[in-house]
């Protein structure tokens, strides 16, 4: 069974800076790809940023250059560091992996959430 668990989320001024963090654990062969979503109260989620084993990362428009995704191999995490926050980012934030589990089957899986409110 794999879990993500993700940590970091709050509240925080508008302006202010934030980490997230996604732990994946469980029985993991291959990470392929890990990534952040996002869904606001009446909106659909959307993508945050991805990052590819091979280093390759993904940027929503409204992000770029504000955040920035990482990832800790040995340790199974990816991070957000989110800076210069605005209140439209306000929103729960998902944490998604796309990895070969250890019944060599290939899934996306997704973290519970976590909330992340910028204050005005």
């Known amino acids: 069974q794999v879990q993500l668990v993700e940590s970091g989320g709050g509240l925080v001024q508008a302006g202010g800076s934030r980490r997230l963090s996604c732990a994946a654990s469980?029985?993991?062969?291959?990470?392929?790809?890990m990534g952040w979503y996002r869904q606001a109260p009446g909106k659909q989620r959307e993508l945050v940023a991805t990052?590819?084993?091979?280093?390759?990362?993904n940027y929503a428009d409204s992000v770029k250059g504000r955040f920035t995704i990482s990832r800790d191999n040995a340790k199974n995490t990816v991070y957000l560091q989110m800076n210069s926050l605005k209140p439209e980012d306000t929103a729960v934030y998902y944490c998604?992996?796309?990895?070969?589990?250890?019944?060599?089957?290939?899934?996306?899986?997704w973290g519970q959430g976590i909330q992340v409110t910028v204050s005005s």
């Open positions: 998604n992996a796309d990895l070969l589990n250890g019944l060599g089957m290939r899934n996306n899986y």
């Open positions: 469980g029985s993991i062969f291959i990470i392929y790809a």
């Open positions: 990052l590819t084993s091979g280093g390759s990362t």
